[in-house]
C-alpha cells in the first residue's frame, strides 16, 4: 500500500520560504515511471499543480509559480521536499504530495494534505 505523508509547518511569515516534505513508503521516489507532484488548494478555490520530480529525478514546475519552486528528493530518505519562495498571503493553502504512473497520467495516490498559512 503505497503511502504518502506531507510534513512541514503549518505557519510561515510572508517573504519567507515555504519547506514541505513528503515522505513515501510502499514505492520507492526512483521507480521506472514514477512521478511525484506537489499540488496545493488555497481556501475557497480549486488545485493547482505546483510541479514535479521524476524518478531520474528530473523536475517539471508550473510556469505560473516556476519562479519561485523547486522540488527536490532524498532517495536515502525516500523523501521529496517542495521549496516556495518569496511566500505572500495568497500561498496560503492546504498543500498535498502525490504519485502519478507517468507525467501526463492521473494521480493515483494522495497524501492528506497539510495546511500552510502565511502570515502578512
Known amino acids: 500500500q503505497v503511502q504518502l505523508q506531507e510534513s512541514g509547518p503549518g505557519l510561515v511569515k510572508s517573504s519567507q520560504t515555504l519547506s514541505l516534505t513528503c515522505t513515501v513508503t510502499g514505492d520507492s521516489i526512483t521507480t521506472i515511471y514514477n512521478y511525484w507532484s506537489w499540488i496545493r488548494q488555497p481556501p475557497g478555490k480549486g488545485l493547482e499543480w505546483i510541479g514535479y520530480?521524476?524518478?531520474?529525478?528530473?523536475?517539471y514546475d508550473s510556469p505560473s509559480l516556476k519562479s519561485r519552486t523547486s522540488i527536490s528528493r532524498d532517495t536515502s530518505k525516500n523523501q521529496f521536499t517542495l521549496q516556495l519562495s518569496s511566500v505572500t498571503p495568497e500561498d496560503t493553502a492546504v498543500y498535498y504530495c502525490?504519485?502519478?504512473?507517468?507525467?501526463?497520467?492521473?494521480?493515483?495516490?494522495w497524501g492528506r494534505g497539510t495546511l500552510v498559512t502565511v502570515s502578512s
Open positions: 520530480i521524476g524518478f531520474s529525478g528530473s523536475t
Open positions: 502525490a504519485k502519478s504512473g507517468g507525467y501526463a497520467d492521473p494521480f493515483n495516490y
